[in-house]
């Protein structure tokens, strides 16, 4: 076990990345169109870096598996995006918003970080806004902005519940027109399947182009990775289906490491499992919480309808627990409660595991009209998966998978442990401790991609002018070719009887039934033994139809699960080793005796990052330390 | 319920496609459509047989891959909807339901239901952004924008680049597609700055890529799976005269 350097800049938090900006070292307008560079990833964060970088004047060449940069799964974010920008005057600031975040992420996050994304965060307003997202805006023609849980000011900018899909065409924009000047380089429909590593540098990767078949070898002077969050190893989540792990685990062979990969938000109010060919579960507005009371009956296995059951038969049961936050409680509390009365019995609908978000009292004190001027898009959609309307009847909810605060350990420069290998926005681990607050992923990644990658890369290919780019003939990149056929080939080879999405089930089942939203030790051994079987078993009767040298989908899910089944082991381990509750990971070990997380800061105040020894190997731990010098370390109490 | 399918399967660019029959039992009226296809395709493959190449992955209605014609409507039955959004309990036991890619020219198929729509991004490339660079940006609320405008902007701006417009035109045109973008930055007081030269170039760039014309038949409107109205055609062809008329080449 070692300690590791976030090469975090000396000085007051508040001076510390002015301070960077000042000292960094810089590459002259003429030298960047020497220099190449490689995004991975299309998102929120993918996208503005390399439309930034491309401004600069680098040569970005700029990769997605889907057909179009436009369809990264920001896109389907809904609530709103932070900023500290004071609009309502109500005593918000740049030290409230990185206050509020570490306190929201129970103190597992690094304040360094997590105060520069405050401090750009109302660059990114205007950023976005420049560019034509049509945030809401007052009569008067300033912006709008709504609340948000767990915090006591109005910092949510936002689009309708369409947020998510206009910040990222934002960057869209900005990219295509990069595109156009011939500064970026589209690459769609193409699959990262390694990166290539050259005298310790990340020098390029190796994609398989999705229509064609082909492997492709791609050189450049560092690689960006914007890869997302790996929700789906829940296999159900409300992640896009095709949204996956591969490229950080492929970073973390490579010798990345990668930082809490247990830390997994479960957002408490999704459409519930309505069957079992479901594929994806539907996220509900957290905004939803502000005027729907959540509520189970009394009794246990009442099944009259909803309707039938009189208020003084219903158990509120967040207000009852949590009467000063009571339906605001922060995702991870939410989830949790919702979790314990469906476990007694006292659960909703045909499966027993789900709860009532109700409107009944919203809509008789405020109006339909009203209620549906706030939600209408969200309860439309709730109508058309579920065929009822949420005007008339509860809505029914459950918790699931949905944000990952873990990802690719990085230091202050958003770097991996490999020099060149970047990683920025939900791929990364930086910024959210053990729970992330609504409207804070859209911020981290658009910060990461506008304003803080440009710079923090620009820093590292200041040492890179000299340098070439490295021929894709050299033998790394031959060895990786290799590598991936190989495995591709493989996976053919197997030819047994079982597809890849009925593997990647039973490792969500594994994962929520143990790694989901309680853990303990008992059962996290249990996952481990089971997740072993399901990889031998994955690797002896897999059946996957078709050849390489075509367009592939159950070869392309193939190789995701692969890689899930790999994380899944990591995250484990990782719950394995963390023997406190914060945030999101909660041990049912570590709890208060009114059941409540408990953190233990004595002996679990660091971020754990792991590092891979081979396969099916135990992965070293290593310990960064958190320092909090700018907040009052305290228990989370929401009662 | 029994389904009978009748789906395009196609098995690269250049191939000749055809209508393959399917039957499926025990499709639960819960399940999307999205979820019945996968359930065929894991059949199929259990039988040896090759799946069926489609595309999805939000399966909230925002992502726009879904690229399906269900029994000649894009996007299949029901107003404002996306495919992902479709449920069995729209048909009944025995229904046969026909499965076709999009068809237009500027949207080859490139195996059984899926398409290539890198057309689109080359509409945007061509002017579907406002050009300012990261950290030019001015304070954003020292542009005023009024909420009617905004509002109207944001209807034009939650196109989700689908293509059912295209699909569902005789002619192919990309017309909605280009109005709801170019509607967007000239309805903004940013956007307004290359309004003229936006119009131009995206139209250009349209007929270049072979949309067809538009003939204000409506088609697009009604099978938008996110009600994007013609209105914004209208507002295309005002900003497009204007600006042939005043912006010299």
């Known amino acids: 076990m070692s300690k590791l350097d976030a090469k975090i800049p000396e000085g007051p938090l508040a001076e510390k990345w002015s301070k960077y900006k000042a000292t960094q070292k810089l590459v002259s307008p003429n030298n960047r169109k020497k220099l190449d560079i490689i995004v991975v990833g299309t998102g929120i964060a993918g996208a503005p870096a390399a439309a930034s970088l491309a401004e600069m004047g680098y040569n970005v060449k700029v990769f997605c598996f889907q057909d179009s940069p436009r369809r990264a799964h920001s896109v389907a974010a809904q609530g709103g995006i932070n900023a500290a920008r004071n609009n309502k005057n109500d005593g918000d600031s740049v030290y409230r918003l990185f206050y509020d975040t570490i306190k929201g992420g129970d103190y597992r996050a690094r304040e360094a970080n997590v105060y520069r994304v405050a401090e750009v965060s109302s660059n990114v307003i205007d950023q976005l806004t420049a560019q034509g997202v049509p945030f809401a805006r007052e009569y008067g023609g300033t912006l709008a902005n709504r609340t948000f849980g767990g915090v006591q000011v109005s910092r949510t900018n936002y689009a309708q519940g369409q947020t998510g899909q206009q910040v990222l065409l934002g960057g869209y924009s900005a990219l295509k027109r990069q595109v156009a000047l011939g500064k970026a380089k589209m690459y769609s429909r193409q699959q990262m399947l390694d990166v290539v590593i050259i005298d310790g540098k990340a020098r390029g990767i190796i994609t398989r182009n999705l229509v064609t078949g082909e492997i492709e070898r791609h050189a450049a002077h560092c690689v960006v990775l914007a890869t997302g969050g790996y929700g789906t190893i829940y296999y159900l989540s409300t992640l896009a289906v095709q949204s996956n792990a591969s490229a950080a685990m492929q970073a973390f062979r490579k010798g990345a490491f990668f930082g809490n990969p247990s830390f997994i938000q479960i957002h408490p109010t999704c459409i519930p499992v309505l069957n079992e060919y479901q594929s994806k579960l539907t996220l509900m507005s957290e905004s939803l919480r502000n005027d729907g009371r959540i509520w189970v009956p009394k009794a246990e296995g009442d099944k009259r309808k909803p309707k039938e059951i009189p208020d003084e038969e219903r158990d509120y049961f967040l207000e009852r627990r949590y009467p000063a936050f009571g339906n605001l409680v922060p995702r991870d509390v939410a989830s949790r409660a919702a979790k314990e009365r469906c476990d007694n019995g006292f659960g909703v609908g045909k499966t027993g595991l789900a709860v009532y978000l109700d409107f009944r009292d919203a809509v008789a004190k405020q109006g339909k009209k009203v209620i549906k001027n706030k939600y209408g898009n969200l309860f439309a959609m709730y109508e058309k998966i579920t065929g009822d309307s949420p005007y008339e009847t509860p809505m029914m909810i459950y918790p699931a998978g949905h944000y990952t605060m873990g990802g690719l350990w990085v230091d202050y420069n958003l770097q991996t442990t490999i020099p060149g290998l970047f990683a920025i926005g939900e791929a990364n681990f930086s910024d959210h401790g053990a729970n992330r607050l609504g409207a804070n992923s859209l911020l981290q990644g658009a910060a990461d991609g506008y304003f803080i990658a440009p710079y923090t890369v620009s820093n590292y290919l200041a040492d890179e002018i000299s340098n070439k780019v490295p021929s894709t003939d050299s033998p790394e990149f031959v060895e990786a070719e290799n590598g991936v056929k190989d495995n591709l080939e493989k996976f053919l080879s197997i030819n047994g009887t079982k597809t890849a999405t009925s593997f990647h089930k039973r490792l969500g089942h594994i994962m929520w039934t143990y790694a989901g939203m309680q853990r303990n030790e008992e059962g996290l051994k249990k996952a481990q033994a089971e997740i072993a079987d399901l990889k031998k078993e994955f690797w002896s009767d897999l059946k996957i139809p078709g050849k390489v040298d075509e367009i592939n989908q159950e070869l392309e899910k193939a190789s995701r699960v692969a890689d899930f089944i790999d994380l899944a082991a990591l995250i484990v381990t990782d719950a394995l080793n963390r023997k406190e509750s914060c945030g999101a990971h909660y041990r049912e070990e570590s709890r208060t005796e009114g059941g409540e997380a408990m953190r233990i800061d004595k002996d679990y105040s660091f971020v754990a990052a792991w590092e891979y020894q081979g396969d099916d190997k135990e992965p070293k731990l290593h310990k960064e330390e958190l320092k909090f010098e700018n907040v009052e370390v305290k228990v989370r109490s929401y009662k | ?249």
């Open chain 2, 1 to 249: 319920m029994k389904i009978k399918l009748n789906i395009w399967k196609q098995a690269n660019a250049k191939a000749k496609g055809k209508f393959e029959r399917y039957e499926l039992d025990g499709v639960d009226a819960e399940m999307s459509f999205l979820e019945m296809l996968d359930s065929l395709n894991e059949k199929l493959i259990k039988e040896g047989k090759e799946p069926v190449a489609f595309e999805h992955d939000c399966h909230e209605a925002i992502c726009g891959c879904c690229s399906l014609y269900i029994n000649g409507h894009p996007h299949g039955p029901g107003k404002e909807t996306a495919t992902c959004q479709v449920h069995m309990r729209s048909f009944k036991d025995g229904d046969t339901i026909t499965v076709e890619p999009w068809r237009a020219k500027s949207f080859p198929v490139l195996k059984d239901l899926m398409v290539d729509r890198k057309a689109f991004d080359k509409l945007m490339a061509a002017g579907g952004f406002i050009s300012i660079d990261a950290g030019q940006a001015p304070d954003a609320n020292s542009v005023l924008v009024g909420k009617i405008d905004a509002d109207k902007a944001f209807d034009a701006a939650a196109c989700i680049g689908c293509g059912a417009c295209v699909a569902a035109c005789k002619n192919s045109s990309a017309m909605l597609f280009v109005a709801a973008k170019v509607s967007q930055l000239a309805l903004l007081p940013q956007g307004k700055v290359e309004a003229k030269r936006r119009a131009l170039n995206m139209v250009a760039k349209m007929d270049e890529l072979g949309f067809g014309s538009c003939t204000n038949t409506g088609a697009c409107e009604a099978e938008c799976p996110k009600g994007i109205g013609i209105d914004f055609i209208a507002k295309l062809n005002r900003e497009y005269l204007s600006a042939s008329f005043s912006e010299a080449e």
